[in-house]
């Protein structure tokens, strides 16, 4: 099985972009699509990527998703960061017969 | 409207067993897989189980082997997950995901406490 890395917490300010990395531990990160989850305090997770690069319908442009092959890592990105981007965020992928998560940052906007 | 909703969460003592039910509207429900994934207090995002659209391929955590079961009715669009032999590690919020462009449910807690 493989694991999925991710920084614990981050911090950035209003207004500014940030960018949040999960790392696969082991076999390609192309090699099934990665999803990212916002998480706020007290609610369920809700999806801001899917497929790796898809937007959900809702989800504001300023959300973007990449992977990278060189780094073996998948990669959110969010611009213009607004107060209520401050959450929990969650990669997740797949292998054969499992799925992972990675451990989730926590994001805070100060 | 796309909508999960989980239920039969609650209060068991060690050992004692629950079958949790994941309700699904507004969309193919036959066509989708889905998982069950479980958030322990202050911990993060844990999978536990997966099964495909005709229950043909399931899939469970190594660590759930054996406890735990997951089933689907897709008459009823519903999705089970019978847990069995219970222990108090396993109190978490229980969510349901939907393949695709994933879909959440709000959740169903489950503790477990003698």
């Known amino acids: 099985n493989f694991m999925l890395t991710q920084p614990h917490s981050v911090s950035e300010s209003p207004g500014k972009t940030i960018t949040l990395s999960c790392t696969r531990s082991?076999?390609?990160?192309?090699?099934?699509?990665v999803q990212w989850f916002q998480q706020r305090p007290g609610s369920a997770p809700t999806t801001v990527v899917y497929?790796?690069?898809?937007?959900p319908s809702g989800v504001p442009d300023r959300f973007s998703g990449s992977i990278d092959s060189s780094s073996n890592s998948a990669s959110l990105t969010i611009s213009g960061l607004k107060t209520e981007d401050e959450a929990d965020y969650y990669c997740?992928?797949?292998?054969?017969?499992?799925?992972?998560f990675g451990g989730g940052t926590r994001l805070t906007v100060l | 409207e796309e909508k999960l909703v989980e239920s039969g969460g609650g209060l068991v003592k060690p050992g004692e067993s629950l079958r949790l039910s994941c309700a699904a509207s507004?969309?193919?429900?036959?066509?989708?897989?889905f998982s069950w994934v479980r958030q322990a207090p202050g911990k993060g995002l844990e999978w536990l189980s997966s099964?495909?659209?005709?229950?043909?391929?399931?899939y469970h955590a190594d660590s759930m082997k054996g406890r735990f079961t997951i089933s689907r009715d897709n008459a009823k669009n519903s999705v089970f997950l019978q847990m069995n032999t219970l222990r108090a590690e396993d109190t978490a919020v229980y969510y349901c995901?939907?393949?695709?462009?994933?879909?959440w449910g709000p959740g169903t807690l489950v503790t477990v406490s003698s």
């Open positions: 995901l939907r393949d695709g462009v994933p879909l």
């Open positions: 507004g969309f193919d429900f036959s066509s989708f897989s």
């Open positions: 099964i495909n659209g005709g229950s043909s391929l399931i």
């Open positions: 082991s076999g390609s990160i192309a090699s099934a699509y």
């Open positions: 497929e790796s690069d898809q937007r």
């Open positions: 997740h992928s797949y292998a054969s017969a499992s799925r992972v």
